[in-house]
């Protein structure tokens, strides 16, 4: 596995902005004990709109907008905070996947997998490796996704533990992009640890098996491309 280039652009440091946001609200709303809350990520800004929280509004706001290196403001906002993680995985697509998609030919004509990485901070990164030996490197990434030489983008068994793994350090997605089409799993809540137990034993039949078992999860996503 070699570091081929940074891609570090609007995109990529809006993907991280919002991934801040969304671990600011899990962490905002648990700590304030909200039964809701409604937001608007506006420029460099995340908009808030807590709904019967039984906690300290201010002070869970004052903590965790530090924590997270965030500008929060109280507002009527009226938008669905679980929109936020589908975001990221629009974001990808509108700015970052042509740069995914262009490693294709690379990978089906020469066996080389491609390995794209978006860190908290908003920093891209590409990495070049042999087929199945390109794996998520040690660094907590957003949202990470890989080229697949085959026809159809069905994660391995492999990729799965690359999964798993991810969402233990609160990852949002990892993709997979092939000839046909690209595939991402994506969480949309804080994964339980029951769930990611569930998800590291699924045994692999084929993959619309492991794949309709991924989607009986509350908590997780799948999303073509």
Known sequence: MKYIEEITNKYTRRIGFIY??????EDFTEDADCGDIYVEPLNETLL???????????DSINYYSKFYDLNVRLSRVNRSFNELYRDIIKTYAEGLRPLVKARLSSTIEKRL???????PTGEGFLLEGDVGRVRIP???TVLSVHTHPEEHPFPSLTDLETIVRSF???????????YSGGLFIYRVKPIRLKELFFIKNIKKK????????????????????
Not at 20 to 25: A, G, P, Q, T
Not at 113 to 119: I, L, S
């Open 138 to 140: 040690w660094v907590n």
């Open 168 to 178: 233990t350090s609160r990852s949002i997605a990892h993709g997979v992009e092939a």
């Open 113 to 119: 997998e491609y390995f794209m990485g978006v860190t």
């Open 48 to 58: 808030i709109n807590p709904v019967n929280c039984a906690g300290n509004v201010d």
């Open 206 to 225: 084929d993959p619309i098996s492991y794949l309709n078992e991924l989607s009986r999860l509350d908590s997780v996503r799948i999303a073509y491309l």
């Open 20 to 25: 801040r946001s969304i671990l600011f609200v």
